[in-house]
């Protein structure tokens, strides 16, 4: 075991300074550097437990929920349509999108310029699958990171291949309850169970999503796993222009560590030492692969495993906690509190506006959603009786899952509209219908040969807007 320790402690801390021109989880020739970190317990890891638990019970119940019959949130994005807490959202819709997407990207950039990386902690299901499901099973299963270094070390016998085969069992049937309830979120729960429980060849696109789904996800946790944080993971790599020396992280405080030495018998005070006893308890937990005592890194997803290492040791040693904890660079070199910077105000400020503007299209959004244009063909027809008649198409689209009945009428002009084809005006919910009709004026009523008039659109009986458009008539 003393030897498998020391590898691990040589193959994570590298040599010297190099972290710098390397990421901790690529050797010197380049090749992959396996992450066998430490099972680590604390205060954070027993909050951070609770908050994934919290999570992933939104996570995999959001598409259970259902409001009137129709799915909370539902992305299908192949059928363009989209459900956003039980209201219905077309690609017309597409400028509230662009603006939430906005206003996300900012909360995101004001966020971390205060807060760091916390979320990736915390809250992305990236790190709560990886961490707090896929990494407990494998402790459950192969043991601590030591241990299962030395499974992956040893020879293929029955107890290796048991473990192993179980394991990715497990890690395969998570996968795929995860890339389900990803389904889910596209289709709906619904289509979904029927691609689970109808013959597969009822469904092969449904079922090859499925497993193409299942086969990503265990890829990921299985293999993939810190990778898709350090080389996938956009935000990861925007750390270096989101934060700045007042930004919160996890951070090593350095002032009080350093010079870091080892625990000699007898000087149990560390006479001209640091805090810091150098023990790598801080790597050796962390799943990034990295010495969170080089600094702010690029690998780094503010897991908190090094806080709760370094606590644990702080409190055998009988030195105050918290060497490395939540503070900022300017916290931990100058003692400056953490202060409102004119680019917090920026941020806040956009934020504040793009929230507001997006609330006030959404507030305004309407029900139903016409377009009306004069129809291709003959600009204009004289009638018998002296009228002149234009011809129109309508697209109408219905943005609830209640069915009904549209009417056309004209407003401060005297004349008449019909639909052609039909009577009435139909939709069903959730639909887009294309209608032709026909507007009849009387000539007298007509002063030029492009005159605007309002269309108002009625829905069961109430008037919802106004719509306005040419009509062409001959020189007078």
């Known amino acids: 075991m003393a030897e498998i320790k020391e590898e691990l402690a040589q193959i994570k801390n590298a040599d010297g300074e190099t972290y710098r021109d390397r990421i901790g989880i690529i050797d010197k020739k380049g090749a992959r550097i396996w992450i066998y970190p430490k099972l680590v317990a604390g205060a954070f890891h027993h909050w951070r437990v609770i908050v994934s638990i919290i999570l992933l019970v939104v996570l995999f119940g959001v598409p259970f929920i259902k409001v ?22 077309w690609p017309q819709d597409f400028y509230l999108f662009a603006l939430t997407f906005l206003s996300i990207v900012i909360f995101i950039v004001l ?20 961490e707090m499901v896929f990494r407990k099973i494998e402790f459950w299963i192969e ?25 990715h069992i497990i890690f395969f049937a998570i996968s795929w309850v995860i890339g389900n309830t990803l389904l889910a979120y ?60 007042n930004s919160i992280g996890v951070m090593y405080d350095f002032q009080r560590g350093e010079p870091r030495g080892k625990l000699k018998k007898g000087n149990t005070d560390g006479e001209n030492l640091g805090d810091c006893i150098d023990c790598k308890l801080c790597v050796q937990v962390c799943p990034t692969g990295i010495d969170i005592r080089n600094g702010t890194q690029m690998e780094c997803v503010n897991c908190t495993a090094c806080m709760d290492a370094c606590d644990s040791v702080m409190e055998k040693i009988k030195r105050p906690k918290n060497l490395i904890r939540y503070g900022s660079y300017n916290l931990i070199s100058q003692k400056l509190p953490f202060k409102i910077t004119p680019r917090i105000v920026l941020y806040s400020a956009v934020l504040t506006v793009l929230i507001t503007v997006t609330s006030v299209f959404l507030f305004k959004r309407k029900d139903i959603q016409t377009t009306i244009l004069r129809a291709k063909g003959p600009i204009f027809q004289l009638m018998e009786n002296g009228d002149i008649r234009n011809v129109y198409t309508a697209k109408v689209l219905n943005k609830t899952f209640d069915a009904m009945q549209i009417e056309f009428k004209l407003e401060g002009v005297e004349g008449n509209i019909a639909l052609i084809g039909t009577h009435e005006l139909r939709l069903h919910p959730d639909e887009l ?33 106004t719509e306005e458009t040419s009509f062409v008539s001959p020189m007078q």
């Open 68 to 89: 009137d019959g129709h799915p909370f949130i539902m992305l299908n994005i192949l059928e363009r349509k989209f459900i956003l807490f039980g209201l219905a959202f």
């Open 111 to 130: 966020f971390t310029a205060v807060f760091g990386r916390i979320w990736c902690g915390w809250a992305c299901p990236q790190t709560i699958f990886m």
């Open 143 to 167: 043991g601590d990171g030591p241990k299962q270094y030395a499974l992956d070390q040893a020879p293929w016998n029955a107890d290796k291949i048991l473990k192993k085969t179980f394991k």
């Open 186 to 245: 596209i289709i709906g729960v619904d289509e979904l169970f029927k691609i689970i429980n109808d013959p597969i060849g009822m469904h092969v696109n449904g079922f090859t999503a499925m497993t193409i789904f299942s086969l990503i996800f265990y890829g990921i946790f299985s293999r993939f796993r810190e990778q898709a944080c350090i080389y996938v993971c956009p935000y990861g790599r925007l750390q270096s222009v989101l934060l700045d020396k």
């Open 433 to 465: 219908v294309e209608s032709t009709f026909l507007v009849d004026i009387p000539r007298k009523s007509i002063r030029t040969m492009n005159t605007r008039i309002k269309i108002g659109v009625y829905k069961d009986g109430m008037k919802v807007s």
